[in-house]
């Protein structure tokens, strides 16, 4: 099987030092290679440069294959420098081109900061997550977030809390919805995924005492699709449906804003989160964690997540060959 490409994210981040740390505990397993400029890698760091992909069979397990990607300056740990951030699209770019030319089996990216983006080369999509959608050319792309414990998809994601009842339509549910449970069965190996759909106010509304949204938006989207047949349950009130009984019973929430998913995936596991994006035409996973400027360069930064992020991305990959 092609390797997986490991996109470097923000060199100023703790993505260099987790990439280097999940080669060395991967050793053989780690089938990835790093695309990046190798000047940003930890000094102690054991890499070889590869000129393709397939090229990382050949190297020993333990060190860390990379494809070499021009930065225009070194990296200040935690402190993001504004010229290397054109550089960190380029290579998201750059691995979604490899992936789509069969060169990679899918890609692991490693955290960007979207401020520093927008600031520095005028990145105009919210994460990864809608770049990449753009860059596949597809319009709806799913993200959820896995951990042993629990999967989590956010309806709608990086947008304004203020904003959320008015993005939250019907076809977006419902897009949703289908989306998440054809990556269930594809990618999880769940025949009949059942999916709880959370309510967006305080006890699901509460018969429409705190809000509408419950009853006149979501109510009528799982009806229709259990009628079809999904497993569905909901709107349930959000503040019941993560305890480990409730868990027990489905096989992911399905919540109505960004931290209404993230909180308890991340309360519950952080270090072994994983970000996936359903519907690319290509596998994407990502750790659950960001640039972590505050410990980057320190050899602080667990790189449990990546690791997870780079075995769900390998396990995609094998179910889908
Ligand atoms: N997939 C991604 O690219 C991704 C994911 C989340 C956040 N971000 C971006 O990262 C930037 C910073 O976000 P944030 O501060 O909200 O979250 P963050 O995850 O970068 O940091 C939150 C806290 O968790 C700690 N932490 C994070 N990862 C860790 C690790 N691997 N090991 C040990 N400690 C770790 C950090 O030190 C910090 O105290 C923002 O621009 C955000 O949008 C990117
Ligand atoms: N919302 C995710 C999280 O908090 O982990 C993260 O920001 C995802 O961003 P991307 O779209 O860049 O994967």
């Known amino acids: ?5 490991m996109t470097c994210g923000d060199p100023a981040g703790i993505g260099p030092e987790i990439a280097v740390k999940a080669s060395q505990a991967l050793g053989a397993k780690a089938g ?20 393709a992909p397939l090229e990382a069979q050949h190297v020993r397990p333990g060190v860390m294959p990379v494809l070499y990607h021009k930065f225009p300056a070194l990296a200040r740990p935690g402190k993001p420098d504004p010229s290397n951030a054109g550089a960190v699209v380029e290579v998201i770019a750059r691995a979604v081109k490899l992936v789509q030319a069969g060169a990679a089996s899918g890609i692991v990216t490693c955290p960007i900061n979207k401020a520093a983006l927008q600031t520095g080369a005028g990145f105009g999509f919210p994460g990864h997550t809608e770049y990449l959608a753009d860059l596949a050319g597809v319009d709806r792309v799913v993200m959820m977030l896995v951990c042993r414990e629990l999967r989590v998809v956010p309806v709608t994601i990086h947008i304004a809390l203020k904003d959320v009842p008015g993005r939250l339509t ?32 305080p006890h699901a509304g509460e018969s429409g005492l705190m809000g509408q949204e419950d009853a006149e ?34 096989d992911a929430a399905i919540c109505m804003y960004h931290d209404q998913a993230l909180i308890p995936i991340k309360t519950i596991d952080f270090a072994n989160g994983v970000n996936v ?24 930064a667990d790189a449990s997540s990546l690791i997870a992020a780079i075995r769900l991305a390998q396990d995609m990959a094998e179910r889908r060959r």
């Open 277 to 300: 994006t359903l519907g690319l035409p290509f596998i994407r996973t990502s750790p659950d964690h960001g640039t972590a400027y505050d410990i980057a360069g320190q050899n602080k």
């Open 217 to 250: 938006v979501i109510t009528p989207v799982v009806e229709r699709l259990r009628q079809q047949g999904m497993k569905l349950s909901g709107p349930l009130p959000a503040d019941t449906m993560f305890h480990s009984a409730a868990r027990a019973k489905y």
């Open 1 to 5: 099987m092609t390797p997986l490409i």
């Open 32 to 51: 990835f290679v790093w695309l990046g400029d190798p000047a940003h890698l930890p000094d102690a760091a054991q890499w070889e440069f590869v000129d």
């Open 170 to 201: 019907a076809a977006l549910l419902k897009e949703t919805l289908c989306i998440t449970r054809a990556s269930l069965i594809r990618d999880f190996g769940i025949a009949e995924p059942k999916l709880a759909v959370a309510g967006l106010n």
